[in-house]
């Protein structure tokens, strides 16, 4: 995981970008190779283990606080419990409304307990 990516004022930014759980590694992995022959690969999809997600939402956490969204916030904690759990994660890239459809059912199709868009970037 290279922290510097996603990233805006210091913590993960999430706009334009698909995030994605999964129960075991296997499907994630699964799902990067699903993605990839829809010609999303490279830097448009990122991995996290559920190690890596837990150090990121707590440095994130640890950096900026409590998020003044409250909503925010509370996706954000069940994202950790998820990750407590052994979930792992892909977060894609998916600028648009339309991409942003088609990741996640891609991503259904691959075993994902969830899903979430997080707008998009135009």
Not at 58 to 64: I, L, M, N, Q
Request: one cysteine or more.
């Amino acid at each position: 995981m290279n922290g510097q990516h996603n990233r805006s004022f210091g913590v993960f930014d999430l706009l334009g970008q698909v995030v994605i759980s999964f129960p075991t590694a296997r499907h994630a992995g699964e799902a990067v190779r699903a993605l990839s022959a829809m010609g999303l690969g490279g830097d448009a999809v990122r991995q996290y283990s559920d190690r890596e997600m837990i150090e990121q939402i707590d440095g994130d956490f640890e950096r900026v606080g409590v998020a003044a969204n409250e909503q925010a916030h509370d996706q954000v904690k069940a994202q950790r419990e998820l990750a407590l759990m052994g979930y792992h994660w892909l977060v894609v890239h998916a600028p648009d409304g339309e991409l942003a459809v088609r990741v996640a059912e891609v991503a259904g199709l691959h075993g994902a307990a969830r899903a979430q868009c997080h707008g998009t970037a135009a």
